[in-house]
């Protein structure tokens, strides 16, 4: 079936603007994560969704990070006023219902800060 | 909080060598356990994963890894390497909960020489 798709999977953007990233999860997965690679950091977690809900977001990186999901499928990652150190590959995950905590990855957005 | 080391960064083998990848984690619960891999180009995939029971657990391309809880290692093996092997693996970590975000590696880059 298909898997975890992201959008787009490249952005370049100026210091300042702001970007939104999109990530369809697999059909079915009640769960959606966040994830960024980066080389200096290796992969961070962000945040977490279990359906709507987000019990979790200490993980963001800065007040200018924000996440939702609705509709408990497509989530957005939004970043405001963005930074040359929020350059980094997103990725994106989702999970099934439990108990399979399995977590399947999208191919990730590029983002670029100029 | 917890914390997921991979001890080798960099990893050079030559097709048909035994393959041994470290991996310690610290947690003082019950965890979960993970090693994910990156193809050239690719996005993450799961190679293996550990929840209960069985401490030797098999995976995909003839991978496997064992638990073992004294020590808080699961460390990954594969008795002959091909260079389609060549890619970066990471061991990755969450809570007894399931539903925690992923705390990983930072990655081990293996190389295999034809």
């Known amino acids: 079936g298909a898997g975890v798709s992201q959008s787009p999977s490249n952005k370049v953007t100026e210091k300042g603007k702001d970007v939104e990233l999109r990530c369809d999860p697999i059909?079915?997965?009640?769960?959606l994560y966040w994830y960024r690679q980066s080389l200096g950091q290796g992969l961070e977690f962000l945040i977490y969704?279990?359906?709507?809900?987000?019990?979790?977001k200490s993980g963001l990186p800065s007040d200018r990070f924000s996440a939702e999901r609705t509709g408990g499928s497509v989530s957005t990652l939004t970043i405001q006023r963005t930074q040359q150190e929020d350059s980094a590959v997103y990725l994106c995950?989702?999970?099934?219902?439990?108990?399979?905590?399995?977590?399947?990855f999208g191919p990730g957005t590029r983002l670029t800060v100029l | 909080a917890q914390s997921v080391s991979q001890h080798n960064h960099h990893v050079i083998l030559s097709e048909a060598a035994s393959l041994e990848l470290g991996c310690n984690y610290s947690?003082?619960?019950?965890?979960?356990l993970f090693w994910y891999v990156q193809y050239p180009g690719q996005h993450l995939q799961l190679l293996l994963k550990?929840?209960?029971?069985?401490?030797l657990v098999k995976g995909i391309k003839g991978f496997e890894a064992e638990f073992i809880k004294s020590k808080f290692s699961f460390n990954l093996r594969k008795p002959s390497v091909q260079w389609s092997d060549t890619a970066e693996y990471f061991c990755?970590?969450?809570?007894?909960?399931?539903?925690?975000?992923?705390?990983f590696g930072k990655g081990t880059h293996l190389i295999i020489q034809p």
């Open positions: 995950a989702s999970s099934p219902p439990p108990a399979d905590w399995t977590q399947y």
């Open positions: 059909s079915g997965h009640t769960a």
């Open positions: 990755a970590v969450n809570g007894g909960g399931g539903a925690d975000g992923l705390t």
């Open positions: 550990y929840f209960s029971g069985d401490p």
């Open positions: 969704f279990q359906g709507n809900s987000a019990p979790d």
């Open positions: 947690y003082g619960g019950t965890v979960n």
